[in-house]
């Protein structure tokens, strides 16, 4: 076995999408699906690593800030192939080689803050890690919320790994990177995110479009986020009790033979 350092994106082995004609949804649905079967475990294990580093920079940040280890969780998962051929119908079949081309969020991250402040310091814990390469785009919909209500901030990161090769009888292994997107937010905008987009998927599903639940929704958001700024007085309580442990035990009494 033999290492090398080489490109990022795993090569599929077929012919050139650009044949002289776009491919049909029936051919981009096939190489879909052939790339699922090829990189499938490869994309489960890229999750699994992506969920260690984030969890290292989750602890990482809750040491350094005085907080349990419980206010910042994390949550990795890959889209399904039956999720990824749905989001291609809806955009029309764009053409792709690479289905990161067109879909970013093959492998996605949650990051879930107990506190809104600690959104935007684990968002510079990710953008200073070594192993992850942090894009320049940000979405940030915490400072900007949709008209919808929806808060969060959405980055995308190339996640270095060990790619495995075969090449005839010789083994190789080759630097490899997949992009990810990453989804950070707070308990409140997760627990309303997960509830609207059960809501939203149904209704379009089934045609509705009712302003008058949208314009409760986006209340309803607006109303949670001004929780989130009352729950920073209880994160300065969390830190105040962390301090108070840290002091060493006083020692009062003793020196001058006093016990009690």
Not at 235 to 240: F, H, L, P
Request: proline residues 4%; charged residues 25%.
């Amino acid at each position: 076995m033999k290492q090398e350092h080489r490109g990022s994106c795993p090569p599929i082995q077929e012919a050139p999408m650009n044949q002289g004609r776009p491919l049909t949804p029936d051919e981009l649905k096939a190489r879909a699906i052939r790339f699922y079967e090829r990189y499938g475990k490869d994309m489960e294990q890229i999750s699994d690593l992506l969920n260690i580093r984030l969890s290292q920079l989750a602890q990482a940040y809750t040491l350094e800030n005085a907080l349990p280890q419980e206010a910042i969780t994390i949550a990795t998962r890959v889209k399904s192939l039956g999720s990824f051929l749905k989001k291609l119908e809806k955009r029309g079949w764009p053409q792709f080689y690479y289905p990161t081309e067109v879909i970013q969020d093959l492998i996605g991250a949650r990051v879930v803050c107990w506190f809104v402040d600690d959104c935007r310091g684990m968002q510079q814990f990710i953008a200073g890690s070594k192993h992850l390469t942090v894009h320049q785009e940000v979405e940030d919909y915490i400072g900007q919320p949709k008209a919808s209500g929806y808060r969060s901030i959405h980055l995308l990161a190339d996640v270095g790994y060990d790619r495995v090769q075969r090449n005839g009888l010789e083994v190789e292994i080759q630097d490899g990177s997949m992009v990810c997107e990453i989804q950070i937010r707070t308990m409140l905008q997760d627990a309303w995110g997960q509830i609207t987009h059960e809501f939203h998927y149904k209704a379009q599903t089934a045609g509705v479009n009712n302003t008058f639940y949208e314009r409760i929704l986006a209340e309803i958001a607006g109303r949670l986020s001004n929780e989130d700024a009352s729950l920073l007085t209880l994160r300065d309580a969390y830190q105040d009790l962390a301090k108070e442990q840290l002091k060493p035990p006083s020692h009062e009494g003793i020196k001058d033979g006093n016990t009690k």
